[in-house]
């Protein structure tokens, strides 16, 4: 029996190419037969999760036959009251990437255009592409800016034409580890027409020291048209659980509340969530492993002579000095997962994810043993 039946998909999903994760620990153990390999390719938190949110899960363990409260009231209102908004600002999502796929289906059809960065996340085109929109994706910064392979917010207006419905940018921005500051950020989002709506994707807020980084959720009175996103997969360490939020105008989150699945968000996510939320000791503590570890691999990688992105965020890019995927395999077989970035335009670069010191180290070795230093 022979059917074609990609000639009958729709359009925008024939073009598409799935998201490729991070490889799973299971996957790599499985192929190779090895064990105790160490996966620093997902960005996710070396700590773990919170234990408020693993004490809070199993108390809610028992409730799991009943469906979760669809308007997550409990969460909503957390997170409205930690920004200062209404609760009617707030969309939960099953991951942060929920809420872009909701921005997409709520304000994209063909026609219309998503605009974005060269080297940005990987979601985004996927989220505008399925609905059947264009994408037009600006010039980042040259290698050798001051922020390399950055967002150029100046590069991204001029590519914003009256058919662009949804900016996406992320602040800061993954796989490059670059981020822009707040008078660029508020210039930039101020210079857009009223109806193209800015996504300001803060999936790693909380790991930024910077003091000219912003908090974009503070603009959210000021500029109407304004989307932000959340996550607790990264610091909050939750991210088998699937969730996060969007912070924007109310009439946005209801817009965005009409396309979601009714119980998009489910029970133990929300409650683990909210625990997480209050947990500060544990934001705090992984903050801190992280800027160490984040200089530890900035010394290691000086220290040998390679490149690297300077990064604010969970992850760091190591440029291998020639094409990254061979080195890439050759990790694997030493147990140690990272992420090759040649999908996003990088391919000498490997994007490796803050570990604790240790895990660093291991990673650090094979990486000598495999560029043979
Ligand atoms: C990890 C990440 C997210 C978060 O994804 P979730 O769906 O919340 O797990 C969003 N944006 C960027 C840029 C990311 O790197």
Redesign the pocket.
């Known amino acids: 029996m022979s059917c074609d039946f990609t000639s009958l998909a729709v359009a925008g999903v024939r073009g598409l190419k799935p998201y490729e994760p991070g490889k799973p620990i299971e996957e790599l153990e499985r192929e190779l037969g090895i064990r105790d390999s160490l996966k620093l390719a ?2 996710e938190n070396p700590l773990g999760p919170s234990p408020r949110a693993l004490k809070a899960m199993r108390g809610e363990l028992e409730t799991v036959s009943v469906y979760p409260d669809g308007n997550g009231f409990a969460l909503k209102q957390a997170v409205a009251d930690y920004h200062g908004l209404p609760r009617e600002c707030v969309t939960l ?8 796929e909701l921005v997409a289906r709520a304000f994209l059809q063909p026609g219309l255009e998503a605009a974005f960065s060269t080297h ?2 990987a ?1 985004y085109p996927l989220v505008a592409q399925a609905v059947g929109a264009a994408t037009r994706v600006a010039p980042a910064n040259p290698s050798d800016h001051a922020m390399p392979y950055g967002h150029n917010l100046e590069a991204l207006a001029a590519v914003v034409s009256k058919s662009t419905r949804v900016v996406f940018v ?1 602040n ?4 490059t580890g670059t981020w822009v500051d707040r008078a660029s950020l508020q210039a930039f989002i101020h210079s857009l027409p009223r109806s193209t709506l800015a996504v300001v ?1 803060e ?2 807020f909380e790991y930024v020291e910077e003091p000219e980084y912003p908090n974009a959720a503070k603009w959210l009175r000021r500029f109407p048209n304004l989307i932000v ?6 610091i909050y360490g939750l ?1 088998g659980l ?3 939020y969007g912070l924007s105008h109310p009439e946005v989150a209801e817009l965005l509340n009409r396309v979601r699945q009714p119980f998009n968000v489910n029970s133990l996510a929300q409650r683990a969530a909210l625990a997480a939320f209050g947990d500060h000791e544990h934001v705090a503590q992984s903050v801190t492993v992280n800027a160490r570890g984040l200089a530890q691999y900035c010394d290691a990688f000086a220290a040998r002579g390679l490149g690297f992105i300077p990064s604010v ?1 969970n992850f760091i890019c190591v440029d291998a000095g020639r094409e990254a995927m061979p080195i890439y395999y050759a990790l694997l077989r030493e147990a140690v997962i990272v992420r090759p970035i040649a999908s996003y335009g990088l391919p000498r670069f490997l994007r490796i994810t803050v570990g604790r010191e240790e895990e660093n180290r291991r990673v650090l070795a094979a990486l000598d043993k495999v560029l043979r230093l």
Request: no cysteine.
């Open positions: 997902s960005n999502g099953n991951g942060s990437n929920e809420i872009l940005a996340f979601v992320a800061p921005n993954n796989p994707d999936a790693y996103t959340r996550t607790f997969s990264k991210a699937r969730i996060g965020a």
